[in-house]
């Protein structure tokens, strides 16, 4: 499945058409919205079902290291701006390595500050949190500015000023848990990218050498079958997927989508081997010139009566 990033669209707020900038140690799930101009910095993590939207406020920066859970819808109003650390203005600023867990809303003009923790559905919306804040489950901020270092419990509703002067320090015990959750995301982050980008072959011409399928006659009956100079390494993949049961597929993606690992699907519709070789030499054909990779679907995972043919994959790198 391709990841959905996009430009914004023209509006009488927004002329240009601005698309987001994504560093390419980052980890983009494929089924994430990007749109408009948001600014994403190095090894962060942005997971599944998440909406990053800058087609009404606009811009967005999201700092190195931060992570982005499932389900976090993080957009704008077209009034009002905070001002970043870099002294530039913003419709959302999101500090380093901060982490915002799974249902967080973040509506600016908002500016979360560097090693913030943000639970489980909370809500921050036109307000300013202070460096290494830590805000609990169901939690609501909006229209105040939290000191720096200070803990809101679960459930918090922080309205005014008042009540943000009066929130409790962040103590050891509460600095513990958000270092452990982070540390769980950073290590998916890195998986993630890893089997994404460091076991990819990057383009059709140089794995032209490795994999090349032609019929050859079988000594030991005389029957036409096929073989390949595919490297023993994938071989060996395709055949153990195969033994296992898999499907064979394969992804792709051009130049632009390999950075925020925007991957299209195509599942092959063989599941002997030398037909398999044959229609993987045929999607490559195809695909001259983009990054290319194996996968392997589990058949018994799918759902008869799902139209969005939802499986389970084994990726497998060339």
Not at 124 to 146: K, P, T, W, Y
Not at 263 to 277: D, G, I, M, T, Y
Not at 295 to 318: C, L, V
């Amino acid at each position: 499945m391709a990841a959905r990033s996009y430009a914004a669209p023209p509006t009488p707020w927004l002329k240009s058409l601005a698309e987001p900038k994504i560093h390419q140690t980052a980890y983009i799930h494929s089924f994430s919205n990007i749109i408009g101009d948001v600014r994403i910095g190095a090894n962060v993590l942005v997971a599944p079902g998440t909406s990053i939207r800058a087609d009404e406020g606009h811009p967005f920066h999201i700092g190195e290291g931060t992570k982005v859970q499932d389900g976090v819808v993080i957009h704008g109003l077209e009034q009002g701006r905070v001002v970043g650390d870099d002294n530039n203005s913003y419709s959302v600023w999101i500090g380093n390595n901060v982490s915002i867990t799974h249902l967080v809303l973040i509506k600016g003009p908002a500016y979360v500050g560097d090693d913030c923790f943000i639970g489980f559905r909370s809500t921050v919306f036109n307000a300013r949190v202070g460096q290494g804040c830590i805000i609990m489950m169901h939690s609501l901020i909006q229209d105040v500015e939290i000191p720096p270092g200070k803990y809101i419990p679960s459930g918090s509703v922080i309205t005014n000023q008042q009540q943000a002067d009066r929130l409790p320090n962040v103590q050891d015990s509460d600095i513990k848990f958000a270092t452990h959750v982070v540390g769980i995301n950073d290590a998916l982050r890195s998986g993630y990218h890893t089997e994404n980008i460091t076991r990819i072959t990057p383009s059709r011409d140089q794995i032209a050498k490795s994999y090349q399928s032609r019929s050859e006659p079988d000594n030991r009956n005389g029957q036409g079958s096929q073989s390949t100079s595919l490297s023993t390494e994938v071989v060996e993949q395709v055949r153990s997927l195969l033994a296992q049961g898999y499907r064979i597929g394969m992804e792709y993606a051009d130049a632009r989508r390999f950075q925020t690992s925007s991957w299209k699907s195509v599942p092959l519709q063989a599941n002997r081997e030398p037909e398999v070789f044959s229609e993987l030499e045929a999607c490559l054909d195809e695909h001259n010139g983009e990054y290319v990779r194996l996968i392997g679907i589990d058949p018994k995972s799918k759902k008869a009566d799902s139209r969005d043919n939802h499986s389970t994959t084994q990726r497998a790198g060339w």
